[in-house]
């Protein structure tokens, strides 16, 4: 019978999806950035950007399980629109990261991240917006939960991975074996923020109805964003609505103004 040790690989082989080359810099977007090197808790050195912005508030980003951060540049395009100075840092085992990724390694590569804005450059925490999309919906919860920050923003996020796991597969009694949580469910119940939930109807990764039941059992304040089009490129195909609807979130969240998109 397989060891405890081999069903642990075989379920990070379905659950992180990294690539180390980065096809792409901030730079391609006009954008002027820092090279950030973290150390985690553990020793991993990590590697990351920091996007400066004119705003006094600052994103904290958790990408998706596929990629690396070169892979975001988009995304990092939209928050300097509007004036939100923004760190993302790639997980351990993705692009430049040394290691290879776990969801305790995640998290402590968060801790990281968070230090690194709140100590290192005295960012207030209630003028911190954590945002995560898809599998870093489960990184920003945990950053939620557990630290102060201003805001929380989660976008095509699962309840959780057995619950998805469950779904994806038709096998219910995945809930019980699979050992990766990311239990955003009981995480948006702990926070201490306000949270913003963006789901589009068209995901046809993570469905709809995770986006609204986060949304419904989370305690206020709290809001919903609804978007068109796939997992991948929602926020793109709904660029619009996405930006207006994150404009003012922010702006009442963290108590101050952001530039015109």
Not at 19 to 43: F, K, M, N
Not at 118 to 141: C, Q
Request: glycine letters at 8%; a neutral charge.
């Amino acid at each position: 019978m397989p060891s405890s040790g081999v069903f642990e690989a075989l379920e990070r082989g379905l659950i992180y999806f990294p690539s180390r080359r980065l096809l792409a810099t901030p730079a391609a977007a006009g954008l002027v950035y820092e090279d950030v090197w973290l150390r985690a808790r553990d020793g991993v050195r990590l590697h990351g950007w920091w996007v400066p912005a004119p705003s006094a508030a600052t994103v904290l980003f958790f990408h998706g399980n596929a990629g690396n951060i070169g892979d975001r540049i988009d995304t990092l395009a939209i928050f300097h629109r509007l004036s939100l100075s923004t760190l993302i840092v790639d997980y351990r085992g993705y692009g430049q990261s040394e290691g290879q990724p776990s969801e305790l390694g995640t998290y402590q590569d968060a801790e990281a991240a968070y230090e690194y804005l709140t100590k290192e450059r005295g960012i207030s925490p209630a003028r911190l917006a954590v945002v995560g999309r898809s599998l870093g919906g489960g990184v920003a919860s945990y950053v939620a939960a557990r630290f102060v920050v201003g805001a929380l923003v989660l976008e095509s996020t699962f309840t959780s991975i057995p619950d998805l796991a469950a779904e994806l597969y038709h096998v219910p009694f995945l809930r019980q074996v699979v050992r990766t949580r990311y239990d955003n469910l009981s995480r948006v119940c702990a926070r201490r923020c306000p949270l913003l939930v963006v789901h589009s109807r068209d995901d046809e990764v993570v469905p709809f109805r995770h986006g609204r039941r986060l949304f419904d059992e989370a305690p206020e304040p709290k809001d919903f964003l609804e978007l068109r089009g796939s997992h991948a490129d929602g926020f793109l195909v709904s660029a619009e609505t996405y930006t207006a609807g994150l404009k003012r979130f922010l702006t009442s969240a963290l108590g101050l103004d952001t530039a015109a998109a």
